[in-house]
Each structure stands twice: as C-alpha cells, then as structure tokens.
C-alpha cells in the first residue's frame, strides 16, 4: 500500500484516514489513487467510517457498490465488525487496481459481496465464507479480533486476517474471469492439477484426514493441499500479500542492503520470480523486527520451490490484468 498525503497540507495520510491533522476532511479516490477534499464522500461514511469518495452521480463509492447484502445495523456490534471488514476490502480492492482488475476499464463482471453477521435480528444463524458465481460471502465474525484468534488456533492456522479472507475468495472469483481463456486453463492444469476433480469429496476428506504430511513441498498452505481451486486462492492470497508486503515496505521509504533489484512497482515486477524471491527475504527480515515487540510474524510461511513457481505462476497471470484476458 502506499502512503498519501494531504491535498492542503501536505501531511501523510494513510490508506484509512478520514481527517488530516490538519482538520481537512479528506477522501480517497480510488480512480486517481490519491486523496482529495473536492469529491463527495461515500454515503456510508458516517455508518462505517467509509473514506472513499463516489462519483457525482452515485451514492456510494466504488467499494460499497459492490457490497449487495450487509448485516442487520440494528443488533449492537454489527456496525462495527461491517466497517472492518470494509475497511479490509477496500485495501485489497486497491491492489487488485493495480493490475487493472475492477477498474473503470474492465468491462468483466463484478464481484458481489453479502457481508453477514450471525447476529441477526430473528436470532443467531450459520454463516459459510466462500464464493460462488461471483458471489463472495464474508462471515463478519471474523471481524471480531477475539473471534478470529479462537478459531486460528482452533483450526491451528499460523495466520487468519480479514485481508487473508478477502484476497482468497476474490481469488476464486478471479480464477473464473480468467478460465474463459485457453491458455491459462491448460497452464494452470500443469501447474495446479485437474480442477474438476470433485470438490465436495475432497474437502470433505481434507476436514476428515487433515492434509498429507508433506503438503509443504508443494504447497503455500496446508489447506491449499485440500483441492487445486483451494491451492490456487491460497496460492494467489499470497502473491497478494507479497506484492503488498514489497509495496508497502517501499512505501516507508525503507531499503534493505542485499535484496537484489528491489523494483518499482512490485505488481508490475520487470521479473516476478526475482519480486517473489525479495519479497519472501524481506517477510523473513520483518518477521525478525515484529519479534522486537513479541508481535506474531508478519509472513509466518516458509514455502518449497514449487510453491514459489506457483506464486509466480500466480502473479504474472494476475499482473494481465483483465484487458489482456479478454481480448485474447
Ligand atoms: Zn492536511
Ligand atoms: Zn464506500
Ligand atoms: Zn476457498
């Protein structure tokens, strides 16, 4: 993510500031990527702290139009755990930007959000994450810090985040823009393996066996291991974090001696393997700073060689962006 600044003053302004400190009310344009005083703000500014401004004609911002459902604002808490999660998919949507992906110049479908509480007004009630034909669902319990940690450790997961959640099931939804299209459904069968092996039957043996031992030289995750669509969102959640995790860093204006051609920008790298390779150096570097305040580890992955050819198998069909896909 970069790192902005104020139209008046100049001051830095992170990704998620409402007001400058200098008393300037600002919003974020995702088109130009900057802030801005002149924009109308995102009608759901007051209701969860949206800070993306819409264009004159809309109501709500790029982000929120894209979110069909959201929970019931009357249960106490609901507000709250919605403006989190929005908050994490507006900084993944600014990523997926990068790459042309749900800007104003891909003409492809958009995804649609339901963002459900199991709070509702009429009781508790069962929420499963995923996505399917473009709808991606988001169980905003895991918006909850407290939550979210119960169930990592209950599922002894060395990392769960509400951005993780977001870049995997956009994953799958990106995984369906750019099966239309020959080549990279033969490349990701060499890659991946046979997609269209039953789903239902390999999770079920996933949840029921855990995963082979040796997931690990294969895989990002262990979960990737439970089925080629879940190795893919796994696989393209990294390449996201990763190109976050260089862009960020460079962002801060920090360098670090020794990580070869560090390059500008991360998301459209002159060479992907040698980004993948910085950016796994620089998350075991900021793993080593987070230790200093006894913070979990930013990057806590190792990954195998294969893994890393599937991360960079992933960042350079993404890097496409959609144009490239559907015009072929
Ligand atoms: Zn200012
Ligand atoms: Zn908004
Ligand atoms: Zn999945």
Redesign the pocket.
């Known amino acids: 993510m970069k790192i902005f600044h104020c139209p008046r003053c100049e001051a830095v302004l992170f990704f998620d500031n409402l007001v400058c400190t200098c008393g300037l009310a600002v919003s974020f344009s995702a088109p130009q990527q900057h802030f801005t005083s002149a924009h109308r703000f995102?009608a759901?500014r007051e209701t969860i702290s949206?800070n993306?401004s819409c264009e004159p004609q809309a109501e709500?911002?790029h982000?929120?139009q894209m979110t069909s459902v959201h929970p019931d604002l009357s249960v106490a808490g609901n507000a709250e755990l919605w403006a989190r999660a929005?908050a994490a998919k507006r900084h993944v949507l600014i990523g997926l930007m990068q790459w042309g992906w749900l800007t104003a110049g891909d003409t492809g479908p958009r995804p649609e959000f339901h963002m459900l509480a199991e709070a509702t007004g009429s009781g508790s009630m069962d929420v499963t994450m995923g996505h399917a034909a473009g709808v991606v669902t988001i169980n905003l319990a895991e918006a909850d810090n407290a939550e979210r940690v119960r169930r990592r450790e209950t599922l002894g997961e060395p990392y769960r985040t509400v951005i993780g959640h977001f870049r995997h099931e956009i994953a799958h939804y990106l995984f369906d823009r750019l099966n239309g299209y020959t080549e990279f459904r033969d490349a990701f069968r060499a890659m991946f393996g046979d997609e269209t092996r039953d789903y239902a039957t390999a999770l079920a043996r996933h949840y029921e066996n855990g995963s082979p031992p040796n997931w690990q030289e294969t895989h990002v995750t262990a979960y990737a291991s439970a089925h080629p669509h879940e190795d893919w969102a796994e696989t393209s959640a990294h390449s996201m974090h990763l190109c976050d995790i260089v862009d960020s860093f460079l962002a801060a204006g920090l360098r670090k001696e020794g990580i070869p051609a560090i390059q500008t920008p991360p998301h459209h790298p002159r060479d992907p393997a040698d980004m993948i390779e910085t950016a796994l150096k620089l998350g075991v570097a900021l793993n080593h700073v987070n230790r200093a305040v006894g913070q979990p580890d930013i990057y806590p992955f190792v990954n195998s060689a294969v893994a890393r050819e599937k991360l960079i198998f992933v960042l350079n069909w993404l890097r496409k962006g959609p144009v490239s896909v559907n015009t072929a």
Request: glycine share 0%; with cysteine; aromatic share 12%.
């Open positions: 995102c759901n949206c993306w709500l911002c982000s929120c929005e």
